[in-house]
């Protein structure tokens, strides 16, 4: 099903905004937040009993968020890999927002 035209920038700007505020929320959790959760968030960790390739990533932009850079990469350096993704997403989104209202106008 194809969404109208009329609708897409606003689906694009919800997730502009949407995108940084969730990313956002790391910066209000205490660092320990999530090394203290009584289970284990890594299905592969639990399983397997070793890290997986993102083992370590939401630590990591706990650190990040809380300005402790060291200790982001510690987590996962994988973390600045997804930060440079998230901002370019991010400007992709506003980007196509912007072109798509453009559209819609003309």
């Not at 960790?45 to 070793?50: G, K, Q």
Request: with cysteine; charged share 10%.
């Amino acid at each position: 099903m194809r969404v109208s035209l009329a609708y897409q920038p606003l689906a694009y700007r919800l997730l502009a905004v949407c995108l940084p505020l969730g990313l956002l929320s790391f910066s209000f959790l205490p660092e320990s937040f999530w090394s203290d959760l009584p289970f284990e968030l890594c299905l592969f960790r639990l399983i397997f009993h070793h890290d997986c390739l993102g083992c370590g990533t939401l630590r990591g932009l706990s650190h990040l968020f809380h300005g402790h850079f060291q200790a982001a990469w510690q987590s996962n350096p994988l973390v600045y890999f997804w930060l440079i993704i998230g901002v370019g997403t991010e400007i992709y989104l506003i980007n196509r927002s912007y072109q798509l209202a453009k559209d819609v106008h003309d």
